[in-house]
């Protein structure tokens, strides 16, 4: 007889520790199913200390659908594991100060994964490896978007039913640091920008959901000033705390898979004496396409995923000079 997981809730309306699974050993089918309907229930779930090793995570991943490609890590060997560490390619830690670390401050405004891509994934899955001291922060906060579409006003919820969003990976860079001149030298309407629908429909639980974040530059159709207001009513109303709850890494082997199409994402705030800086925050994420008919949105099927990241460095080397620091970019 197969094992029945269980689920602890995490916040009123999504989230779920899960135990009950064996990640020692292959997991059946049964099981996956029972992960996937968490999943789809939940919006992101949270599994303590299991011990996988970083094959072992993406084989993992596969399971819940199609791997996306990420660039080689000159880090670690295993394939399609992401780098989002504040860790240079040496070993040591990103300083304040560094392009690095202006590029890491977008991770704190709420967003999605590659809303910015043609192709959009849908899950995410992060596994911790090594983790800055208790008490000095390091969490990863989620938000309710699907509670917050159902809480709108039906006047809002009228204006964006059929609105189309336009996302930029240069527009978030530009919302997190607006003064910062390597971003503000970089205008994003000189750059690809992808389309989806503003309101989706949740696949794993037929909810609707409100498909927004940092990266959304603005709404097709509208005014600019009211589209500008309109998304950052949106943003505003899904940071209330009554749609937010906070994950912590308590080991390394702590993992966090949510979806993307369901929930909104960012980095935790620094707590006490805070970690960004001084302490090794390792952790290494995996994502998974959506592989549905809207996975592409309002986009050519086909179209290749354009990197901000390097842009990004040419602008700042031409405005400050090479600083020879070296890590691989992570472009979720």
Not at 84 to 89: A, D, G, H, K, T
Not at 159 to 183: D, I, N
Not at 259 to 285: F, L, M, P, Q, S
Request: hydrophobic residues 35%; charged residues 25%.
């Amino acid at each position: 007889m197969e094992p029945t997981i269980q689920c602890e809730a995490i916040h009123p309306s999504f989230g779920a520790e899960v135990r009950g699974v064996d990640f020692s050993k292959p997991i059946p089918e049964g099981v996956m199913e029972q992960i996937r309907g968490a999943l789809g229930r939940y919006g992101m779930i949270v599994f303590r200390n299991t011990g996988m090793t970083d094959d072992e995570f993406v084989s993992w991943g596969g399971r819940f659908g199609e791997i996306a490609e990420q660039p080689p890590s000159r880090r670690f060997e295993t394939k399609n594991l992401g780098d989002p560490s504040n860790l240079y390619l040496d070993g040591s830690i990103v300083k304040p100060g560094e392009l690095r670390w202006f590029l890491s401050k977008e991770t704190g405004l709420f967003h999605v994964d590659t809303s910015y891509d043609a192709r959009r994934v849908r899950l995410t899955g992060l596994i911790a490896r090594q983790l800055p001291p208790a008490g000095t922060g390091g969490a990863t906060e989620f938000g309710d978007t699907r509670t917050a579409y159902e809480d709108l006003d039906e006047e809002t919820k009228t204006l964006l039913e059929g609105k189309v969003g336009v996302h930029s990976h240069f527009h978030s860079r530009r919302v997190a640091l607006p003064t910062f001149p390597t971003f503000a030298a970089l205008d994003p309407w000189d750059y690809p920008m992808s389309k989806h629908d503003v309101v989706i429909t949740h696949r794993g639980s037929g909810r609707k959901n409100l498909y927004i974040a940092s990266h959304l530059h603005h709404i097709e159709g509208m005014d600019a000033e009211e589209s500008s207001a309109l998304i950052l009513r949106l943003r505003k109303m899904v940071e209330q705390d009554k749609y937010v709850a906070k994950v912590y890494y308590n080991q390394p082997g702590d993992v966090v898979v949510w979806d993307n199409t369901a929930v909104v994402h960012r980095a935790g705030a620094g707590e006490g004496d805070g970690w960004a800086g001084k302490h090794v925050r390792d952790i290494r994420k995996w994502m998974v396409f959506d592989n549905t008919p809207e996975e592409w949105g309002h986009n050519d099927r086909g179209t290749k995923k354009h990197l901000a990241g390097p842009v990004i460095q040419a602008k700042h080397d031409e405005l400050y000079g090479t600083s020879g620091k070296v890590w691989d970019f992570d472009e979720d």
